[in-house]
């Protein structure tokens, strides 16, 4: 049995290139970014890794780079997201192949599901699959909202490796870090906004997209809640929160994409539907935002 999974977890963005194929090079450079931060794991082809824009053979590619780029130095969790119990045993099975520590599984999206179908599906996957597994809440998503009971009877699954819940349920929380206090089950959340709050009441970790670009402030955050300097983590909060403000002004993906290349580290994340910002007051106005809450990029010939 593995540890349990604590601290944060980057939901890691896939640089791609204008074929909207994975951008090697840039996938390394974020990875680098993430790791030198002393992020604590990072999850691979999540919400913010646009798994749902990437064709197949592109979501297992970027899981490959990453974890070789990781080189077992922090976990890896791969995300797992599909429609229908065997399309997602089959896309489970074939990032397992590729070795991550952990799975995070999303329920299936689209059509309705009752809570036993819910326990039913997991418990389904659970049983096909060797890696221990996150069971991923993800309601704004998927339409569908894992209740208190059903994690729980979940957790009791041997591949159950932990929860990430992504609604903003403070009274939910508080009754799983109760329920799975002592266990090697993980209670992680899914927002920036409440970092700082849910950490201390003893949840294990954070996992959330904005953190890609700021791994620095979120790594202190979850130093300062550990050390019991609650006043430092609840301004650090607010630079999150005060971050968090670029992807009101651009878009989740445009503003996304202009932040990276602020940072250095890639051109595009962009996927179609979707467009990168082609407003250039728009983009000041993101940057402006970057420049006055981040370190300036320091040069990097490496890169």
């Not at 999850?43 to 197949?56: I, K, T, V, W």
Request: with cysteine.
């Amino acid at each position: 049995m593995k540890d349990k999974l604590k601290g944060v977890i980057v939901p890691i963005g896939t640089p791609v290139d204008e074929e909207e194929r994975v951008d090697e090079k840039g996938l390394r450079r974020l990875v680098r970014h993430l790791t030198d931060a002393g992020v604590h794991a990072i999850l691979a082809n999540g919400s913010m890794g646009g798994f749902a824009h990437l064709e197949d053979r592109e979501q297992l590619r970027g899981v490959e780079i990453i974890v070789d780029e990781v080189q077992g130095r922090i976990p890896v969790v791969a995300n797992v997201g599909e429609n229908g119990t065997r399309r997602v045993q089959r896309m489970a099975r074939e990032f397992e192949r590729l070795a991550p520590d952990y799975l995070a599984i999303l329920p299936p999206f689209y059509f309705m599901m009752t809570q036993r179908e819910l326990r039913d599906f997991y418990r389904d996957v659970l049983d096909s699959v060797q890696t221990p597994s996150f069971v991923y809440n993800n309601p704004a998503a998927t339409k569908l909202d894992l209740e208190f009971e059903t994690i729980c009877e979940l957790g009791r699954h041997p591949n159950a490796a932990g929860v990430k819940d992504s609604k903003q349920d403070f009274e939910k929380w508080m009754r799983m870090v109760r329920h799975f206090r002592g266990t090697s089950f993980s209670v992680c959340i899914g927002t920036e906004f409440l970092a700082a709050p849910a950490l201390a009441m003893g949840c294990d970790g954070v996992i959330a997209g904005l953190h890609n670009i700021c791994p620095e402030i979120a790594v202190q955050l979850y130093r300062s809640v550990c050390e019991g300097d609650l006043i430092r983590a609840d301004q650090l909060q607010q630079k999150l929160i005060d971050l968090f403000s670029i992807f009101r002004v651009g878009g989740i993906w445009g503003a996304f994409e202009v932040a990276l290349r602020y940072l250095g580290i890639c051109d595009k994340v962009t996927i179609k539907p979707f467009d990168s910002v082609s407003d250039a007051a728009i983009e000041e106005e993101i940057l402006q935002i970057l420049r006055s809450n981040l370190p300036r990029p320091a040069d990097d010939d490496a890169r």
